[in-house]
Every structure is written in structure tokens, then in C-alpha cells.
């Protein structure tokens, strides 16, 4: 069983994204329809449904949220068999869209009677809800944290390397008869390095040659 919080997140990823690939479908359908409204009973009020999930009238929204419900109580009932837990999402509708005269009147046969067509409506219900769940779930990634221009710029030792610099510069210090720090002594390698690289590279390109 889902915690409250990761139900409520799961209801509104189901409820938005099953909106709007309804509206998707329909514009596909008709797409002489697309600048009219269509206009439903939804919470006692007529309402335009032919509207994105974001400008949807929250009586609408909080229609599309009764059958998230009912897509997770199914689950929550037939957690492993995908064609039971559709049945009751069809149930479920059934007994919500009855008085619409709207509907059409084939579809308030029982599950069992649906053509495939329209029973694959009903398991992508249980699909979705699955998949609204699993990302509800998930623990949101922190985002890395920005280095600085100075600290992308900053060279970084190991811990056991920085105690042998901070030795080595403790003892430089001591026989110059000054301070010397390890960030000194680090850059001062550096630069020894890179001009050893540098007066060996002229000599092993001219062996390639």
C-alpha cells in the first residue's frame, strides 16, 4: 500500500497525463473540433473538456481524479492480474457515467462483452496507474552543486598526498629559514613537470619523423 503522499502524487501524474492523451486522441479524431468547446456535466456544472490539463476546470480535474482512484483500488485488488483489476476500472466507470447520455450505450456492456478495443482503454488505465506509482516512488535527484571559476581552477590531492606535502613544506620551510606552503610546493612540482614535458616533446617528434 502506497503512502498517502506518494497516492495523492500518483492520482495527479494519472489524472493529467490520461487528460491530455484523451484530448490528443480526440483533436486526432476530429480535428474540426479544435477551437470548440465540448461541454460535460462534470461536479454538477457544465464544464469544457476540449481544454488542456492545466486550463481544465477543476471540476473536470477532479472528475479525471475519480478514475485515478479507481485505477488504484484496482490495482490495490488485483495487484497481479491486469485483466480482473481493468474489469473493475470498467465497473467503476460504468457506475459513474450511467446518466450520461453522452456516452454511448454499447459501452455500458459488461467487460467481458467489450470489443478489444475498447478493453485496451481500460488496461491502459491500469498501465498508467503502474506507471504513475512507480514514478511517484522515486526519490528526486539532488542537483550537483556548481563549482566556482576559483574552485574549477583549484588542483585537488588525495588526503595522504596533502599530509606528505604539508611534511615536505614544513621541512623546506625550515632549512630557507622562511614560510613555504604546500600549495606552493605543489605548484612549484607543476611547473618542473611541465618543463620536462615540454624540452622532451621537440626530441620524440623528431624520432617519429
Not at 5 to 32: C, G, M, T
Not at 182 to 189: D, H, I
Request: glycine share 2%.
Amino acid at each position: 500500500m502506497a503512502s498517502k503522499k506518494i497516492l495523492e502524487a500518483a492520482v495527479d501524474y494519472f489524472a493529467s497525463r490520461s487528460h491530455n492523451a484523451w484530448r490528443e486522441q480526440f483533436l486526432k479524431d476530429h480535428p474540426d473540433q479544435a477551437q470548440l468547446p465540448r461541454m460535460r456535466m462534470r461536479g454538477g456544472k457544465m464544464v469544457d473538456i476540449n481544454q488542456p490539463w492545466a486550463a481544465l476546470d477543476p471540476a473536470a480535474q477532479a472528475d479525471n481524479k475519480v478514475a485515478a482512484y479507481a485505477a488504484y483500488n484496482a490495482i490495490e485488488q488485483f495487484p497481479k492480474d491486469r485483466e480482473k483489476a481493468a474489469a473493475y476500472v470498467h465497473k467503476q466507470w460504468v457506475k459513474r457515467n450511467r446518466d450520461d447520455p453522452n456516452q454511448p450505450q454499447d459501452l455500458f456492456k459488461p467487460y467481458k462483452d467489450l470489443p478489444e478495443v475498447e478493453k485496451d482503454k481500460d488496461r491502459a488505465h491500469i498501465d498508467r496507474m503502474k506507471a504513475a506509482i512507480k514514478a511517484a516512488g522515486k526519490k528526486p535527484k539532488r542537483p550537483k552543486a556548481k563549482r566556482t571559476a576559483e574552485e574549477s581552477k583549484t588542483l585537488r590531492v588525495g588526503e595522504s598526498a596533502a599530509i606528505r606535502l604539508e611534511a615536505a613544506a614544513e621541512r623546506l620551510s625550515k632549512a630557507l629559514g622562511r614560510d613555504v606552503t604546500a600549495e606552493e610546493l605543489l605548484a612549484a612540482g607543476i611547473e618542473a613537470v611541465l618543463t620536462i614535458c615540454e624540452s622532451a616533446a621537440p626530441a620524440k617528434r623528431r624520432k617519429k619523423r
